[in-house]
């Protein structure tokens, strides 16, 4: 039977969910996948989507549906078919609890997807979900109680914002963007082998810190949209360390937006504020379109929803 792999293609989360799909299964088509990208035809066969929300992915309109009439929308288009491995808040709140898989918020989908493979890699072949085994909780998780590889859970606990171990953070994610070619294997199979990815990481980290903070100086500003102040920056590559030189509480932002124009639409980013953890951006993401997470999400728009109504 076809297997085929639908991957979020345009961050490590997603990327480490492509390399543990090709570790267990070999001859499974792989696909990636950004939200620019057009809705795809639901390949036959099984299919899993790590790290993507479902409706997006497939373009289906899951919003004003009962929970009957989506689990019937879903069944009709083949959605018994799919295996979705995934996190963000706004999609498993709003699609149907049935489809198959493995979702917990607050943690991220490549450690999700080692667990899945990992505990018993010949479940994909049941259609009785009673007969499979139970899986971490989010607790056993958060409290590092599962066996994992360490690059899994360093990839993993940076795309949460869960920053207990420092080699976590960006230092990671810079040390992968500095191999020529990563060893994912390798990476798999031999801790030791952070070590060094992390080492280069932090070289890159401080030419990017002092970067961004001029750029920040330069070019950031205040605006106010959906009832909030976010501190904003046109960019098109940035996270929310990217704010690190102004987000202080007395800049006087509720939170972080960065966003650019790719040519045919806006791509707007929000970020909680290291003082405003407290926030749910994801209800602003959702009612633009978009999605993700509480403290981490995103939409496209024609243009740009707010205007600046402060400079520094």
């Not at 709140?93 to 450690?111: D, F, H, N, Q, T």
């Not at 124009?261 to 405003?276: E, T």
Request: proline share 4%; net charge negative; with cysteine.
């Amino acid at each position: 039977m076809k297997t085929t792999v639908i991957y979020h293609s345009a961050d490590y989360d997603g990327l480490f969910c492509r390399e543990i799909a090709r570790k267990f299964l070999p001859d499974a088509e792989l696909i990636g996948w950004d939200f620019p990208d057009k809705p795809l035809k639901l390949p036959k066969g099984t299919v899993y989507v790590m790290d993507l929300p479902l409706d997006r992915v497939f373009g289906f309109i899951w919003d004003g549906l009962d929970d009957e009439e989506s689990r019937a929308v879903a069944m009709a288009a083949g959605f018994q078919r799919v295996i979705w491995i995934d996190h963000h808040k706004s999609s498993i709140e709003s699609l149907p609890k049935e489809i198959a898989g493995y979702r917990i918020e607050g943690v991220a989908a490549c450690r999700l997807a080692w667990q899945w493979f990992r505990i018993h890699p010949e479940q994909m072949a049941s259609d009785d979900a009673s007969q499979w085994p139970r899986f971490p909780t989010d607790v056993q998780f958060k409290n590092r109680e599962v066996s994992e590889p360490l690059a899994v859970r360093l990839a993993g606990e940076y795309d949460v914002w869960d920053h207990r171990d420092d080699n976590a953070d960006v230092a990671f994610q810079f040390g992968l963007d500095s191999q020529e070619a990563i060893n994912w294997a390798h990476l798999f199979r031999d801790d030791q082998a952070v070590g060094g990815i992390v080492y280069d990481g932090r070289a890159a980290m401080r030419c990017y810190a002092k970067r961004d903070a001029d750029v920040m100086r330069a070019r950031s500003f205040i605006t106010g949209f959906e009832g909030f102040r976010f501190l904003c920056l046109n960019t098109a590559r940035c996270n929310s360390q990217t704010f690190d030189a102004r987000d202080k509480e007395a800049t006087g932002h509720d939170a972080l937006l960065a966003f650019y124009w790719d040519g045919a639409s806006y791509n707007v980013s929000l970020y909680h504020a290291a003082h405003r953890r407290d926030l749910d951006l994801s209800i602003i993401a959702t009612k633009w379109g978009g999605g993700g997470h509480r403290g981490a999400c995103g939409f496209r728009a024609r243009k740009l929803p707010f205007l600046p109504c402060e400079l520094f």
